[in-house]
T-cell receptor
């Protein structure tokens, strides 16, 4: 049973378009992370958010943690083919560093 | 190479056989995690350790799965009497704070 639901499940867009990926749960998280995974590799951390309402930017990526710490979003501006991959959110509900991953969003950016 | 190392990278076995995977974490990391991932899905939590102590094991795991981390260094994940449903990528990650560093995974195929 996944505590974290991501949407959309799949996304195929043209280079230069903007997109938003959502991560939702009924549970409150002490911290939430976003990872990107490429085929044949393990996930790589993009960002960690811990405070409700927090916004973090990483170049063209903007991450937001919901005020109630139950949801998060990832917005990509002017997507590039190099952004292609599986985007995963992961949350810790208990403050014990046990991270549960979301269902994943597979992004494909076409040149 | 100071990253997380997993062996073997690929394992093909017949149903009913036992398999063991090994994970060597980043040396100063005190937490070690095991996840299972099927194609296109997010990693599913299996278990995690802090030093040599196993903090939690997923209730989804049957008694056929066991993990150890003797001396708080490397870890092994053993699957007894494998079933076709065990076919998946088994990911190991280690951590010192909130960031999880993943290995490249061990892919299991049960025939």
């Amino acid at each position: 049973t996944q505590l974290l639901e991501q949407s959309p499940q799949f996304l195929s867009i043209q280079e230069g378009e903007n997109l938003t990926v959502y991560c939702n749960s009924s549970s409150v998280f002490s911290s939430l992370q976003w990872y990107r995974q490429e085929p044949g590799e393990g996930p790589v951390l993009l960002v960690t958010v811990v405070t409700g309402g927090e916004v973090k930017k990483l170049k063209r990526l903007t991450f937001q943690f919901g005020d109630a710490r139950k949801d998060s979003s990832l917005h990509i501006t002017a997507a590039q083919p190099g952004d292609t991959g599986l985007y995963l959110c992961a949350g810790d509900t208990s403050g014990t560093y046990k991270y549960i991953f979301g269902t994943g969003t597979r992004l494909k950016v076409l040149a | 190479d100071t990253g997380v190392s997993q062996n073997p990278r690929h394992k093909i076995t017949k149903r009913g056989q036992n398999v063991t995977f090994r994970c060597d974490p980043i040396s100063e990391h005190n937490r070690l995690y095991w996840y299972r991932q099927t194609l296109g899905q997010g990693p599913e939590f299996l278990t995690y350790f802090q030093n040599e102590a196993q903090l939690e094991k997923s209730r989804l795991l049957s008694d056929r799965f066991s993990a150890e981390r003797p001396k708080g260094s490397f870890s092994t994940l053993e699957i007894q009497r494998t079933e076709q449903g065990d076919s998946a990528m088994y990911l190991c990650a280690s951590s010192l704070n909130r960031e999880l560093f993943f290995g490249e995974g061990s892919r299991l195929t049960v025939l």
